[in-house]
């Protein structure tokens, strides 16, 4: 079945340091791929999507790109803020219909630090 | 726009009696709206995709007698845990999907934390 594997966490970085979250996925056919983001408290919010091979999501100082070559979507920012701290999901979807489900990674804390 | 709400966003129940969690679209229409359940420290697990005027769909491994998801209107899903016991003690959190189809991705609820004792 579909898969999404996730880099271990939690992840602690100094403030305005590089992020990098790693994300691999298995499926057939032609997914489509997320990041979500949950804030400690809420919910999960959508931070970003691509669509199709080569697609690049951004928002908010993030992005990923849809690498079908090596099944990857791995979320990158340039300069973390303490803000960011927060719970990472990578996820996919098949656009299978109205019950398209999304298949979710582990999760990733992220910890930022002043 | 696209806000999914829940309530209770917290609930303690005893061992053997029901709770009831709703899931509401306030400024959109779902015609489909997904259950999942969240453990400490791990990822969300579906549970169920829920139809409006339709039986919901359960996961395999989901009990549906355990669960019961009705889905009557297209804002309102409801989670009714059953005979709760501690082992359904856990974070249920619920999303939906714009009726106007637009795409795949889901808008979250806040969770609901539901411990049983």
């Known amino acids: 079945g579909d898969s999404v594997t996730q880099m271990e966490g939690p992840v602690t970085l100094s403030e305005e340091a590089f992020l990098t979250i790693n994300c691999t996925y298995t499926?057939?056919?032609?997914?489509?791929l997320f990041w979500y983001v949950q804030y400690p408290g809420e919910g999960l919010q959508l931070l970003l999507k691509a669509t199709k091979a080569d697609d690049k999501g951004s928002n908010k100082g993030f992005e990923a790109t849809y690498r079908k070559e090596t099944t990857s979507f791995h979320l990158e920012k340039g300069s973390v803020q303490v803000s960011d701290s927060a719970v990472y999901f990578c996820?996919?979807?098949?656009?299978?219909?109205?019950?398209?489900?999304?298949?979710f990674g582990k999760g990733i804390t992220l910890s930022v630090r002043p | 726009g696209a806000v999914v709400s829940q309530h209770p966003s917290w609930v303690i129940c005893k061992s053997g009696t029901s709770v009831k969690i709703e899931c509401r679209s306030l400024?959109?229409?779902?015609?489909?709206m997904f259950w999942y359940r969240q453990f400490p420290k791990q990822s969300l697990m579906l549970m169920a995709t829920s139809n409006e005027g339709s039986k919901a769909t359960y996961e395999q491994g989901v009990e549906k007698d355990k669960f019961l998801i009705n889905h009557a209107s297209l804002t309102l899903s409801t989670l009714t845990v059953t005979s709760a016991h501690p082992e359904d003690s856990s974070f249920y959190i619920c999303?939906?999907?714009?009726?106007?189809?637009?795409?795949?991705?889901?808008?979250f609820g806040p969770g609901t934390r539901l411990t049983v004792t």
């Open positions: 996820a996919l979807s098949k656009m299978a219909g109205a019950n398209s489900k999304l298949t």
């Open positions: 499926a057939t056919g032609y997914p489509s």
């Open positions: 999303s939906a999907r714009d009726l106007s189809g637009r795409a795949v991705e889901q808008y």
């Open positions: 400024d959109f229409q779902a015609t489909t």
